[in-house]
């Protein structure tokens, strides 16, 4: 379909008519579900045959929806189902991190039919350093063999505060007359939506997981740093001001240790990949023997990669140090089940190589400091995305506000 995506999604900015509303919830029903007929969708909408018809074949024709066939029935004529067309186009998802970004690519269905890791590149706070990112990625894409004419838009994940509404990011805030979203949108020429990358990674865990995910979910990003995302009654949780999910600076710990936000006893200060650093720096500076001795010796430093590697390779300093994270991170979680009561916490992020021996820890910790009649219904897991979450969240997000879902 070459139809340029101003054309295609016309009805989505008509928030008055009666048509574009009933075909925007058929393409929500579409989201959730596999299998709806005419009749299905009738009854759900509670709108006549006929006009589900006529909208069902608009859609056709447009290219959102396709006929995936017949189901069988007790007896009459089999009735014809309907689905997203994945073929209608394609949404784009960068996750920007500190040394290097990731490139993620769904179909109109919300698949994942790509995913570029560690392209390398450093994102400055500068205008020509966005506009360099954006070439980047339209150049990965395009080698990749998707047209950037298929492209409907774009969703961009960034760490640290960031309001998706105003389409600003304090990490990297140029100018209030220029938000990145409309700096992305200049280069990409697709709606492009900004994104906190730990929303990002709760938005793309919890869409994956189906029409069966729990309503109620919180996300651990341990990465670097510490940060969260929750989805309450269904739907991504925001805050008043947008900047929702700083567990990393919930005051939990008595540590005395200096946050980069600029405050003492901070959550991340002892449960963050830079915590995990600064633990094992800490043990080497000590003369404690480990795997990473030599590269100690030899730097001075550790890189956060080598003490991850370390623990792949079961590093006995290395796995004390993440099953100390985990009993750190054990607390605040135990805290926010007391809190939310959610069916589901992930943890992702960096730190996730540790498995069980960051996994257990964290369960330890909640089944001695939660409420056991709050936490008993609570499933506690690792991602299943790993390093995808955040920029599958992307091609999400851009996915369902492009479609006015959200």
């Not at 960031?162 to 209030?176: H, I, Q, T």
């Not at 865990?205 to 341990?222: Q, S």
Request: neutral net charge; aromatic residues 8%; hydrophobic residues 40%.
């Amino acid at each position: 379909m070459e139809q340029k995506a101003s054309t295609m999604y016309s009805f989505l900015n008509d928030s008055g008519s009666k048509s574009a509303t009933a075909k925007r919830e058929i393409l929500r029903i579409c989201l959730s579900s596999l299998n709806y007929s005419i009749s299905d969708f009738s009854k759900s909408l509670g709108i006549s045959v006929p006009t589900v018809t006529k909208l069902i074949g608009e859609l056709m024709d447009e290219g959102f929806i396709q006929d995936e066939g017949k189901i069988g029935t007790s007896g009459g004529r089999r009735p014809s189902i309907y689905g997203l067309n994945p073929g209608a186009g394609y949404f784009v998802g960068v996750d920007v991190a500190r040394h290097h970004f990731h490139i993620a690519v769904c179909n109109f269905k919300g698949e994942l039919v790509g995913f570029i890791q560690d392209i390398e590149f450093v994102l400055e706070p500068n205008a020509q350093s966005f506009r360099d990112m954006c070439h980047m990625v339209k150049a990965q894409i395009t080698a990749s063999g998707i047209p950037w004419i298929k492209v409907l838009g774009v969703g961009v994940s960034l760490s640290g505060r960031v309001n998706p509404e105003k389409g600003y990011s304090l990490s990297y805030f140029m100018s209030d007359d220029l938000p990145l979203n409309e700096l992305f949108q200049k280069e990409f020429n697709v709606p492009v939506t900004v994104e906190n990358d730990s929303r990002a990674m709760t938005y793309g865990e919890y869409m994956t997981l189906g029409p069966e995910a729990d309503k109620d979910m919180v996300f651990i990003n341990l990465s670097w740093g510490l940060g969260m995302g929750m989805i309450l009654d269904g739907h991504l949780y925001y805050g008043k001001s947008g900047y929702s999910g700083e567990i990393g600076h919930f005051p939990l710990l008595d540590n005395d240790i200096l946050c980069r936000c600029g405050k003492v006893g901070c959550l991340e200060t002892g449960a963050s990949g830079s915590a995990l650093h600064r633990m094992i720096l800490e043990k080497l500076k000590s003369g404690r023997k480990s795997s990473l001795s030599a590269a100690f010796e030899q730097k001075g430093d550790i890189e956060l990669q080598e003490i991850l590697q370390a623990i792949r390779e079961e590093d006995v300093l290395a796995i004390e140090g993440i099953g100390k994270t985990g009993r750190i991170l054990g607390r605040g979680i135990a805290g926010i089940i007391n809190l939310f009561n959610p069916g589901l916490v992930v943890i992702g992020g960096r730190l996730i190589v540790g498995g069980d021996y960051l996994l257990l820890p964290i369960q330890t910790e909640v089944n001695k400091l939660s409420l056991s009649r709050v936490s008993h219904d609570t499933t506690i897991r690792l991602s299943a995305l790993d390093r995808k979450a955040a920029s599958v969240g992307d091609c999400l997000l851009s996915r369902s506000k492009i479609l006015g879902l959200m």
